[in-house]
């Protein structure tokens, strides 16, 4: 068995505490926003302005006009706010957001990151994601364990274009939990999905990584 994307988020869920101003990037990260606890008061926040996201939109509640970073439409919250773009970043850049939640398309051992271009294909760009990775204090990755051709996305060495160097906290897959307490310490399995022996993540990981004890 493997964890679904929405039990992946539900997972990166449980690392937000109160009082967070939080980043979630676009893909699986978004998810998050549906898996926040009751009883902990955090405020999500987008590049494109907006502060204070709620959860996504059912269709009846669908405003086309309020949308986050990644174009998707979102919900308001009582509380919600608008500031420019420049604001936005300022947040980020002057380390006010404390945790950030992104995609990847590669993770090294050392921290890296590489979630922004494959070269040869067409894409959007960075948007925030250097912005980011530089300016956030705390970067937890949700990804697939393995891209669409099987070969491991937690690698020895990213081999695409970095976002960012040792800049990972934590990696959270299909198949498991990986963490460090800090930059200058290797990656720990601490947690796998049901019915995924430590085995299994072994083969499917070709970065090296300590292991929690039982």
Known sequence: MSW????????????LRDGYYVNLGI?????????????IDITLQSENGILGL???????????????AGKQTVTELDRTSYVSSADSFGMIRGGHIQLSVLGAMEVAENGDLAN???PGKMVKGPGG??????GVRRIIVLMDHL???????????????????NV?????TNLAVFERPDRAS?????????????????DATEAHFEVSPA
Do not use: Y
Request: net charge negative.
């Open 54 to 68: 709620g959860a996504f939109p059912t269709e009846a509640e669908v405003d086309p006009d309020i949308i986050n």
């Open 27 to 39: 893909g699986i990260p978004t998810l998050v926003a549906n898996h926040v606890a009751p009883d």
């Open 147 to 165: 891209d669409k051709a099987g070969s491991p996305k937690f690698r020895r060495a990213c081999t695409l274009p970095l976002t960012g160097t």
């Open 168 to 172: 990972v906290d934590m990696v959270i």
């Open 129 to 134: 994601a250097m912005d980011l990775v530089a």
């Open 4 to 15: 679904t994307r929405d039990q992946m988020a539900a997972r990166a869920a449980q690392e």
């Open 116 to 118: 922004w271009m494959v």
């Open 186 to 202: 290797p990656f720990r399995l601490i947690e796998r999905a049901p019915g995924v022996t430590l085995d299994r993540v072994r």
